[in-house]
């Protein structure tokens, strides 16, 4: 079946492009932006007036659309927003018509999430399946732990996210591992996308503009991963007067500053978190009682050059930090340790003629982690780094009203150092010093995608991505097709169905059942070859009450290829032949998702449900047989609600349900001489791999904001909250404890219990 359906993507794309379409002379082209901050508007919709001919602006807010051969009005909206219809345009020649929206003011009226547009911006939308746009004004709406808005754990809400551990920032997005989820920040790769170990994303709220989540029907421009991909994109700065935001929590504090550098062509945007409790809590209790901290800066410039050129500049760094020091037997002990990440974007937008625009970009990248340690004359020091290096080139050709073509390539040099020691002292003897080795690799990608309608009510997107890399030996190609139709069956009934085929050139090698920070990413080699996934999906979107109400239902099946995981008994802590330790197999993920959302009036919100099932197939492991997937939750149930009181009040809530996650029991005991026997050794007996569920975990957050009143200056609003309302523990490990009849039995231990939470927040 996944083979039929990569032979008909890959017959798509030489097929559809022959059919014949009717010339277009000329055409008008420009930007949509934000009249208040002059940010572009991502898929604001152009249409020509009375008729369903239109274009959406792209991720810079450029659009460009064919005129009739008779004079015409133009109409641009966006939700939010006061749409402008524009005077009569002659057909004759061609032209630059730019739009600045006012946001409109609306009462009440609050649009979390939005997965589809709203009529007439959804009939221009892309016919990408599971593609789900988070609205960042509204991320404030959600709680979260100790009142810090967090992008990951509003996509964990989402149907087909699954969430790891308590309070962890990893995502499992339809049967795929962690490392399978491309996370890009102003076009930068983010390998690691949390603080405080995994309870907090590293992305500031207060410096994002547009954050989109795909899971399946990728566009051709997307690939190195196999399951999903988190775009974030920072503001631009706001190019027409001076703004600061900030907050103050209980775990930590930020500030925002954005304004013009030239009023109207240039801008900038500063933003800076950092906790202080570590700086609290000294002033309490002497000493370091929690020696940890972390922070995070985000920086943007961008300049209007000419109306055909625009440069941007932007860059993001931040770091965790731990460090204590203790008395150990009349010795001084000092720890350290150290992780973050860094990205630069350098773009630059440039127009040809009105219909072709192009963005050239230079990014780079680092992930890397530093623990050191100093005791009795001993030093020892452990570090891995991971850098990029990246050039790539997109290009749009706004063809047609109903064609829109997009291709482009982009080159890699990704640069891993894992396993780095620096040791002085005893020490040395059993660890030695050495630099690691530095695997360099290359990867390269070239795309080509159409977006067509098919008539008034179809719409098909399709397109191929050829990617490679080189290994010392080996060389690893291929063709990834995509393919996505959208049927429009009535006025308000969606009927989507894709496929895609992804490869992933590098994976992520851990230590441990749970995923820290410190588990090391590797390139494909000559002995590991690269992962690919192959996916279907068929979904239906259904509106009602003029959009009020949305229901979408969709079900998918998934195949992964030459999945890693470690062999039984392997020697994993600063091992440089790891690829020893490493077994392959595959994986199947399967299920269905549905989402309920009220988009309009005084109570707002959605519904999500999944239920799946995520298997593993490995010779080496578990005798041959299938195993479930550590992170496979047969049901995933998130209720998030929203009830505004008045324009100053309103009462936010989260509901998550979760069936529990597998783990491998201890199942027995038994008695063995040693090698030389001298002695008697007591070895586990465990049952089948992943044989066992953690319990099913459910909790309750709240979030009440009060802001002060409407249409002053300064802007001010307190979230007051808890994590976690009746202070239900979700499993985060078992423990193995003994009856008073001798039996042994597993109790599940959970992290943290009720939080409550309260922050100001305040904009001027």
């Known amino acids: 079946m996944i083979a039929a359906f990569r032979l008909l993507a890959c017959a798509t794309v030489l097929v559809i492009p022959t059919i014949p379409v009717r010339a277009q002379t000329h055409s008008v082209s420009g930007y949509v932006t934000d009249k208040e901050s002059g940010e572009a508007l991502i898929g604001a919709a152009v249409y020509i007036r009375g008729t369903s001919v239109g274009a959406a602006t792209n991720v810079y807010g450029y659009y460009a659309l064919a005129l009739p051969d008779s004079t015409c009005e133009l109409v641009c909206t966006y939700i939010g927003y006061q749409p402008i219809t524009t005077g009569r345009l002659q057909p004759d020649r061609d032209s630059t018509l730019s739009f600045a929206l006012a946001p409109a003011t609306m009462s009440l009226n609050t649009v979390v999430i939005e997965a589809k547009r709203k009529e007439p911006e959804e009939q221009h939308a892309q016919s990408s399946l599971s593609a789900t746009k988070v609205v960042v004004k509204d991320l404030d709406k959600i709680p979260a732990i100790g009142g810090e808005v967090d992008v990951i754990k509003v996509a964990q809400l989402m149907p087909g996210v699954t969430k790891g551990i308590d309070g962890s920032a990893a995502m499992f997005v339809r049967g795929g591992d962690g490392d399978q989820n491309l996370i890009l920040l102003d076009g930068a790769t983010v390998y690691n996308a949390s603080h405080l170990f995994g309870f907090f994303s590293v992305f500031n709220p207060d ?109 993001f760094s931040g770091n965790d930090v731990l460090r204590f020091k203790a008395d150990v037997e009349d010795d001084l002990f000092n720890f350290r340790f150290l992780l973050g990440n860094v990205t630069a974007t350098a773009r630059w937008n440039h127009v040809y003629g009105k219909r072709l625009f192009s963005n050239v970009s230079l990014i780079h990248s680092q992930f890397h982690y530093d623990v050191s340690g100093v005791f009795s004359d001993n030093h020892i020091l452990i570090k891995s780094t991971i850098t990029d290096y990246q050039a790539k080139a997109d290009f749009e050709y706004f063809h047609r009203p109903w064609s829109h073509i997009k291709f482009g390539s982009t080159y890699y040099n990704h640069r891993f150092r894992p396993n780095v020691i620096s040791t002085t002292g005893d020490i040395s003897s059993t660890y030695e010093s050495r630099q690691g080795n530095l695997i360099s690799t290359y990867e390269g990608a070239m795309y080509v995608q159409h977006e067509r309608k098919l008539g008034t009510r179809a719409s098909v997107n399709y397109g191929l991505r050829y990617s490679a890399t080189q290994t010392q030996h080996s060389v690893y190609d291929g063709l990834e097709p995509r393919f996505a139709l959208s049927v429009k069956v009535g006025d308000n009934h969606v009927v989507t169905t894709s496929y895609t085929h992804m490869k992933q050139y590098m994976h992520l090698v851990s230590s441990s059942s749970i995923a820290l920070p410190t588990d090391l990413w590797y390139p494909v080699t000559d002995r590991v070859p690269p992962q690919s996934a192959d996916q279907v999906a068929l979904g239906t979107e259904k509106k009602w009450k003029d959009g009020m109400f949305v229901f979408g239902l969709e079900t998918y099946y998934k195949e992964m290829q030459s999945l890693i995981e470690y062999r039984e008994g392997a020697q994993v802590i600063l091992n440089d032949n790891y690829e020893d330790e490493l077994i392959r197999g595959r994986g199947v993920a399967y299920g269905t998702e549905l989402m309920l959302r009220k988009n309009k009036g005084r109570f707002s919100g959605w519904i999500s449900y999944s239920l799946s099932w995520t298997r593993r197939y490995f010779d080496e492991l578990n005798d041959g047989e299938p195993f479930f997937a550590k992170y496979d939750r047969r049901h995933n149930l998130a209720v998030v609600g929203n009830y505004q009181f008045s324009e100053r009040i309103g009462l936010s809530a989260v509901w998550v349900y979760a069936s529990g996650a597998w783990f491998t029991p201890l199942t027995g005991q038994f008695l063995m001489p040693n090698a030389s026997l001298s002695n008697i050794d007591l070895l586990p007996i465990y049952s089948g791999k992943n044989a066992s569920r953690f319990p099913d975990s459910h909790r309750m ?64």
């Not at 307190?718 to 404890?737: A, D, H, K, M, V």
């Open 207 to 315: 410096a994002l503009h547009d954050i989109s989540l795909v899971k399946a029907g990728f566009p051709a421009e997307y690939g190195g991963r196999l399951s999903s991909v988190l775009d974030i994109r920072m503001k631009e700065g706001n190019s027409e007067h001076f703004h600061a935001d900030g907050g103050v929590g209980l775990l930590s504090s930020r500030l925002t500053l954005q304004g013009p550098i030239k009023k109207g062509k240039a801008s900038f945007l500063f933003a800076g978190r950092r906790t202080y409790i570590d700086q609290v809590l000294k002033t309490i209790q002497k000493g370091d009682p929690l020696p940890y901290y972390f922070y995070d800066v985000n920086a943007k410039m961008n300049w209007k050059l000419t109306d055909k050129d625009r440069i941007f500049l932007s860059t």
């Open 701 to 764: 957050d709240m979030n009440l904001v009060i802001r002060n009143k409407p249409g002053k200056k300064f802007e001010s609003a307190w979230f007051i909250g808890g994590y976690n309302l009746y202070n239900r523990t979700q499993p985060f490990l078992t423990e193995i404890q003994k009856k008073e009849d001798g039996t042994v039995h597993y109790v599940a231990r959970g992290l943290f219990g009720f939080i409550p939470s309260v922050a100001y927040n305040f904009r001027f």
